[in-house]
């Protein structure tokens, strides 16, 4: 088949797929795949991802996106890098991760360079944080809209770079339009075009031997004993929170809540938006902050349910209750499930103006949202019964927005992917 043509029946079965004739569509996939057409192979390979329900689809998923790396495809390389950080069905090998991205960093793969720039500035070389913010360049121009609202605010304060603050105005409009929460324009200081006056400088120092040192963390200080509370502050750099925010802000939808009977439902309970990082949405600074997050609960990620992002603005709020989950949707460790949810990380990521604090109202303990700590508190006793205690509530935000992310970790093992 020639190119023309490969691309064709690629647009065809992706068309197949958006009108929801999944069969068909898998199938004209596959027929590309079998051809060695790698973007083929990756398509397939994530929608049997998307659709699997056991381990053996799961399994043939992972193939064909084993098949379009050994092609050279970066987008799976990609893929394959952040969910070998999940150490289910991957091995996980820091030398391989590394391999990974710097070979994706080197096919200019935009979200791999959004991620470099953001690992690099915090854990890199002093040159590797110099280079960072042409890498957000790079990555903005190469179509990361998150690594274009990191730079604007690089831009803004002057951030690894000399400050320009009529183009930070411009990609903080930009960025404001797709739904990210960046600070508004500075009126004063106008408006110049958000593309850059020369290209990013060349760089080549795809040394990703630090990684380890992203993932490394502690629980913080002990509030409470018995419930397990700890609080650690400047978890996060104020760039990782933004990261965070900008990755699934834009996608933020009215929260459920599981009622008693397990029906997911919208209630007065939680009024915020939030947002649910799937296996699809993940990036690999994202899964290595996520890591962080599990080294500080003192738990493997595979045991946590995705990340989820959530806003609250004034008046919103999350009422007290526990993280437990109702036992119709709990297969419980004996039955081989991943059991009851066991361990709450909460990130703070901004600072509302007012308000927004978590109480602990038995513990008489309040913690204040500041932005880049973690509190982390257990929900099951070491019994395994409901830990009393960790009754908790997101007090009402009073003024300004709330953004917060939560990993709730499970028993045993729950992510597949
Ligand atoms: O908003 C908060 O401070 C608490 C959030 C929370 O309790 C939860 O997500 O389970
Ligand atoms: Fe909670």
Redesign the pocket.
């Known amino acids: 088949m020639s190119i023309t043509d490969s691309s064709h029946a690629l647009h065809a079965a992706h068309a197949l797929l958006r009108d929801n004739r999944i069969a068909e569509g898998l199938q004209a996939l596959t027929v590309l795949a079998n051809q060695n057409n790698a973007q083929a192979a990756f398509d397939l390979g994530n929608a049997l991802l998307m659709f699997a329900t056991d381990a053996a689809q799961i399994g043939q998923g992972l193939q064909r996106l084993r098949q379009a790396e050994a092609a050279g495809y970066a987008p799976a390389a990609y893929r394959m890098a952040y969910t070998s950080l999940v150490e289910v069905t991957e091995t996980f090998d820091w030398r391989v991760l590394a391999e990974r991205l710097a070979f994706c960093c080197r096919q200019q793969h935009p979200n791999a360079l959004c991620d470099a720039a953001v690992f690099f500035a915090r854990f890199g070389t002093p040159a590797q944080q110099r280079a960072s913010t042409g890498l957000l360049e790079l990555a903005a121009l190469r179509g990361s809209t998150v690594a274009m609202a990191l730079l604007g605010e690089r831009l803004a304060i002057g951030t690894l770079c000399d400050t320009d603050p009529a183009r930070a105005n411009s990609i903080r409009r930009i960025a404001a339009q797709l739904g990210m929460p960046v600070p508004p324009p500075d009126p004063q200081a106008g408006f110049a075009p958000p593309e850059p006056a020369t290209p990013p400088p060349a760089f080549d120092d795809w040394d990703f031997s630090a990684l380890p040192a992203a993932v490394a963390a502690e629980p913080g200080v002990c509030l409470d004993g018995p419930t397990q509370l700890y609080l650690h502050t400047g978890f996060l750099s104020d760039e990782e929170c933004l990261y965070i925010k900008c990755l699934g802000g834009p996608d933020v939808a009215p929260s459920v809540s599981v009622d008693e009977n397990g029906r997911q439902q919208l209630n007065q309970i939680r009024t915020?938006h939030d947002f649910a990082f799937l296996p699809e949405f993940e990036q690999v600074y994202l899964n290595l902050l996520q890591r962080r997050m599990a080294a500080a609960a003192g738990l493997p990620l595979r045991q946590a349910e995705p990340l989820?992002l959530?806003r609250?603005t004034p008046g919103q709020e999350?009422r007290p209750?526990r993280?437990v989950l109702p036992p119709s949707h709990v297969i419980p460790v004996e039955a081989g499930g991943a059991g009851q949810r066991l361990r709450?990380v909460?990130a703070y990521l901004n600072t509302p103006e007012a308000g927004?604090?978590?109480a602990f109202p038995l513990l008489e303990r309040t913690i204040a949202?500041e932005q880049g700590r973690i509190a982390r508190f257990d929900s099951l006793d070491a019994d395994g019964g409901t830990c009393r205690t960790s009754l908790?509530?997101?007090?009402p935000v009073k003024q300004g927005v709330?953004w917060?992310c939560?990993l709730?970790f499970r028993q045993r093992t729950h992510r597949m992917l």
């Open positions: 915020s989820i959530l609250y999350y209750h993280d709450t909460i927004g604090e978590t949202a908790h509530a997101g007090m709330k917060i939560t709730w």
